[in-house]
């Protein structure tokens, strides 16, 4: 009996060993030198600043109602809902019907919208403008509900984004999560691997999530032999035992 019981705490060892810890998953955690958290210095939020083939959209609002309907036909559907949207070229500039190029590369939404209002205001006097960003979306790859994910807000942090999509497996690598942003001038993507475990993520330079982001969660290597849940853990538990008590009395038997 006391062998059974020797091999039974050795079998629990083992699959205590196999569970997800709030350690191993576990968000804001405190960094501590037993945890070895990363620390990541404090930035300023920057507004996200038009690429090349980003899309805008926009809304002309006028009392005049001649050349709200002749410029506005343009951009709006009957419905309401926009029609059109135009694209950012290479050289920076959006191309408008009736106005001429329009550079908005490198500036901010809003900013954007002030240099739209000022080009309407040149044949409309009263003209004002409500203008937005089409693609704002980010996509999520790796071990989350992957897909494509309209930002809703500004300053949309990573706990946000991965939220909307149930947020990550419990086999996903909280430790190296990456965000692929791209550059303009055909440079190459930047990479962000940070550990979002830490709550010095927050206010960091990997806190916010920006129109064509792509989140990247890797798996875990070890994640084939954890349990994802106790219920889990103890059905294992149970059944390992039944297992074991079964092949003990066989041997048992064979050697009366």
Not at 63 to 76: C, Q, V, W, Y
Not at 134 to 151: E, L
Request: some cysteine; aromatic content about 12%.
């Amino acid at each position: 009996m006391k062998k059974i019981y020797l091999i039974l705490l050795a079998l629990t060892a083992v699959l205590m060993s196999s569970c997800y810890s709030h350690k191993s998953i576990g968000y804001l955690q405190e960094p501590t030198k037993s945890n070895k958290l990363p620390v990541y210095d404090s930035v300023s939020y920057e507004p996200y600043r038009i690429r090349v083939n980003d899309e805008i959209i926009y809304r002309l609002i006028t009392l005049d109602e001649t050349m709200s309907k002749m410029l506005g036909a343009n951009n709006m559907a009957t419905s309401g809902q926009y029609a059109n949207s135009y694209r950012v070229y290479s050289d920076g500039t959006i191309d408008i019907p009736f106005l001429k190029p329009i550079k908005v590369l490198g500036l901010t939404e809003a900013e954007a919208q002030d240099t739209l209002r000022a080009a309407f205001r040149e044949i409309i006097p009263d003209a004002d403008v409500k203008l937005a960003l089409y693609n704002k979306y980010f996509s999520v790859i790796g071990d989350a509900n992957a897909g494509r994910y309209f930002i809703y807000k500004e300053k949309m942090n990573i706990f946000q984004a991965l939220a909307m999509t149930g947020d990550v497996m419990n086999s996903g690598d909280r430790r190296h999560i990456r965000i692929i942003r791209p550059r303009d001038g055909g440079q190459e993507p930047e990479i962000l691997e940070f550990d979002m475990r830490t709550n010095s993520i927050i206010d960091s330079k990997y806190y916010y999530v920006y129109p064509n982001d792509v989140i990247y969660v890797a798996r875990t290597k070890d994640s084939f032999y954890k349990v994802p849940t106790y219920t889990g853990f103890l059905g294992l538990i149970t059944s390992s035992v039944a297992l074991l008590t079964t092949v003990l009395n066989y041997v048992a038997f064979l050697y009366k």
